[in-house]
């Protein structure tokens, strides 16, 4: 069933079939299918199966080296094509799930559906991390509510919403946007740690795949993201500190939002950034939040 919207959503999947399965649920339930935008890596049978109704742009699983520039040389021109059809683009990854905070009373789409456009829109980064002393369910039907221990981190409060003419940096981290406008109820949920059994799973696909890019570049030399390599690997003590770290049960980020203001300042080449300082504390989500990455 199509659904009209004025919002489109892109990413780009190779074989991860938990994250994908939730990212169509979640972004085609508040968008519809039909707006969602998929880039399959090798289009792969598996992609098509779980994105039904999706729109599936495939490009082939040429190995290279240059991987991570051509993923997003490759969504920013597609982005930059659907801004002629739609007033918002949602550029993020498979594993990434942008949220309104419930207390709202709005979701993704009923706020997106009134957002002014001609701006870029900053989501706040937190990473959602499994605390397996304490966290025993499972998320095979969601991950908020099972999970609710989050990481400030301020590499993924991304520039993720594009209303206007602005090219993402690589690694959708920085943009072409002199303003950072970051509603306070906006928030990028990363979920790299959000089950170690699945964290264990992924990266061990990421370390075959570097592999791979390493044997086409001859020389060893891939430019990728540096978490995926192999070398010196322990899952278990990166799960172990995660419980060891103190919890703050308050949600307040307001003097994270200070420091982001307050150090906003351009980076070179046209993009715009903010100081990222590291956070010890964990924060527990408030229960309100439960679900809120379902629809």
Not at 45 to 70: D, K, Y
Not at 247 to 260: A, G, K, N, Q, T
């Amino acid at each position: 069933m199509k659904v009209d919207s004025n919002t489109a959503v892109v990413t780009i999947c190779r074989d991860d079939a938990y994250f994908l399965t939730r990212f169509v649920q979640y972004y085609g339930g508040l968008f519809g299918r039909n707006n969602l935008y998929i880039i399959s890596h090798g289009d792969e049978p598996l992609v098509r199966e779980l994105a039904q109704g999706c729109n599936i742009f495939p490009v082939p699983a040429i190995e290279t080296s240059q991987f991570t520039m051509l993923h997003w040389r490759t969504k920013n021109h597609l982005k930059n094509a659907l801004r002629q059809w739609y007033k918002h683009v949602l550029v993020c990854d498979v594993d990434e799930f942008v949220v309104v905070d419930p207390a709202t009373g709005m979701n993704l789409r009923t706020w997106l559906d009134d957002a002014p456009g001609r701006t870029v829109y900053t989501a706040m980064g937190l990473e959602i991390v499994h605390l397996r002393d304490r966290e025993k369910d499972d998320i095979g039907g969601g991950i908020l509510g099972p999970r609710r221990h989050a990481q400030v981190a301020l590499h993924y409060a991304k520039p993720c919403i594009v209303s206007r003419p602005a090219k993402i940096g690589r690694g959708g981290h920085y943009a072409e946007y002199e303003k950072l406008n970051m509603p306070d109820f906006l928030y990028m949920f990363h979920m790299k740690y959000c089950d170690y059994g699945l964290y264990v799973e992924t990266l061990n696909r990421r370390n075959a795949f570097i592999e791979k890019q390493k044997q086409v570049a001859g020389d060893g030399t891939v430019r990728t993201n540096p978490k995926w390599f192999a070398d010196g690997r322990d899952d278990d003590a990166v799960f172990s500190a995660f419980e060891r770290r103190p919890v703050v049960e308050s949600f307040d980020l307001s003097h994270v939002r200070e420091i982001m203001h307050s150090t906003w300042e351009q980076r070179g080449d046209g993009l715009w950034h903010f100081h990222r300082p590291e956070y010890d504390e964990l924060y527990m989500l408030p229960v309100r939040f439960g679900g809120a990455d379902c629809a």
